[in-house]
């Protein structure tokens, strides 16, 4: 196994190395580490545990390595939260290491006389010891975590670097220790920076930690904060279009901006100005990116730049569905197809040499782009709106609000034409978390049973919920809008229409339905009670915005638009029998058929959702598309809507008439003034090979460029 693993390993890569199984966990162990850069942190785990494997197969002249790739392993494992594996590992190899001679190390069946390795292992128990200490830290285990960390700082044969200062300061800063912790900052700061350069991309978290330290002494740490801003952005910026998930593993610097600018609020508008930024950054998702592509696609009017963008997202979905090829092929633990293991080797070469032309090929797109379009990349990446910029983009009765997490806290910010404000809910994350997650339960007609009315026996149910009726938390409602929305009302004086951007929890919720005054008395589950309530709603008119960057940017109507164009209720099969949840009880679990597993534990649609078309060209499976759930409400939702329109309404295409083939070629789309869908939405990781947001349409039995059941974002602008 591990020969073959070494062979596609070499195919791929071209490294022509001695045939030993050593060299396969080398090489298993670079693409792991890569993985972990791309933020790809589950396949990581895959791809290190395989190398291993395949180290573990090496025998005596890998022992020392296969402990070095436990600790590797332990610190991917600690990084998704898995710390009991972690610490297991971690603490095994470190003990193993331990005991390990000063020895000189033999490769294959000889002995190299030449290299006395006792430097090496020194090295090597520091890095075991580095990551336990790194695996307790990031557990909770401060006490355990300190005394390792401490035993290193006072061992002469240890490496006394910025990785260890960076490490203990953050263990004293989790222990209160605030000034020690500031000094072991400070001091590993001006060892990197020394080492690597002042704007090196791992200056970043370093100078995070010292911003937040220095904040809590009283100092000033706002230019620290923003300095390793300044550096993730650059750095986020010169990352390729296919690997975008390698930006988020800077992103708490961000967070550390907003809440360092919180803490030194008393200089207004420095303060308030770069954590504006720094939270309209942690907003930017790929929801987002196909949002601006999209509106730049419709100022473009098909020209030369929507072509390029199109082509760059094609190879994007292309790389990706060809990454997932790959690593199936790799992951595979045998070869007993015709052919064996050189025709395995000869598949994962074709594939590693298709994926590296398609990546040339999105290299030269992308240079093409951002030489010739250099605009384009701020729109995509978008650098932040200054609060005057925003005010600017605002009409007189328009006002932005942005609600996003940073850390534990939740924090709102508020724009209007002449006023700003912001707020913090200290520890708001997790109690906001709660109440979301009790009214969208409260709202979704399929999952009720599990918001905790039923678990409390027929005596402790209102009158109203024992005829029938479903309660809404009324008092749930109105204590987030009291701490979230009230607080910063004071920037919304004549506020009308209000643009929304939102990440984290609250963009799980609709706004509107929060209540803006003090719930009277009353049963939360009387159908009058309810409508005599005051929602946010009916005082604002909401827009959703996934990003702050969009504001303004929707091209204006070269005709003024009337009546209304309405697509929904897709005709769909619902989830095959084999699912654990075969039924639609849980909505959520039966649109996020890609997360499903069967009851053997095997993924459901996992890597098939995406096949190719005559042309190449990736489409989804219509199969996997019609086990979505059925949505029979959305066509009473579209039916009331058209009932609010004014006349003439123009269209309702519902069930088998749903389909793309149709809203494509609909010719009343362009001249509606509503163009409403009631159907699922898709995100990108809800399906697998899907690169952008997508609505989902009546599948059609064979999938093509036009129709393959999937209305993709950028497909939306060519309407």
Known sequence: SSRRRHTRYISVTGVQTCALPIWTGFGLSAYASLLQKQSRLEEAIAIERMSVRALDKAGRVAVKDALIERTALANILAETGQFGEAEKIAGEAMAALETLPKSKRQTGDEEDEGDDDSAEVSDERFVARFTLAYVLRQKGDLENALLLAEQLRSDPEARQDDELGNMYGGILLRQGKIEDAYRAFRDAATQRSNRLGKDHVFMIPVLANLADARSRTGRTGIFEAKRSVDIYRSWRDRQSAASSGAADRYRYALETLVEVGWREKADASRSFEYALGAAQDLTTSSASRAMAKSALRVTENGGELSGLISRQDQLIQDVAVSDRRYMKLVGMEGADEAGGAESAARRVQAEGARRQELLRQLETVTAQINTAYPAFANLINPQPLHGEEIQKRLAPDEALLLMVP??????????????????????????????????????????????????????????????????????????????????IETALPGVRHLYVTASGTMADLPIELLITDPPAAGDDADPDVIARSRWLGDKYAVMRLPSVALLGSAAEPAQPPAGMVGYGAPALAGPSPKLAHGGCEIADRGMRVGKQRDRAGGAIGSGHFMTRGADGQALADPKAVAQLCPLPNSSVELEALSKTVAPPLRKIALGADATETALKADRQISGAKIVAFATHGLMPLDMAGLAEPALVFTPPERASANDDGLLLSSEVAGL
Do not use: H
């Open 406 to 487: 940073a850390n534990e806290d939740l924090y709102v910010f508020a724009v209007s034409p002449t006023v700003t404000s912001w707020n913090r809910l200290e520890g708001g994350v997790a109690r906001v978390a709660a109440d979301v997650g009790t009214l969208r339960c409260q709202m979704d007609p399929y999952d009720r049973k599990s918001c905790g009315r039923s678990a409390i026996g027929l005596d402790g149910l209102t009158p109203f919920e024992l005829r029938g009726y479903p309660a809404f938390d009324r008092q749930r409602a109105y204590a987030l809008y009291r701490d979230l929305i009230a607080p």
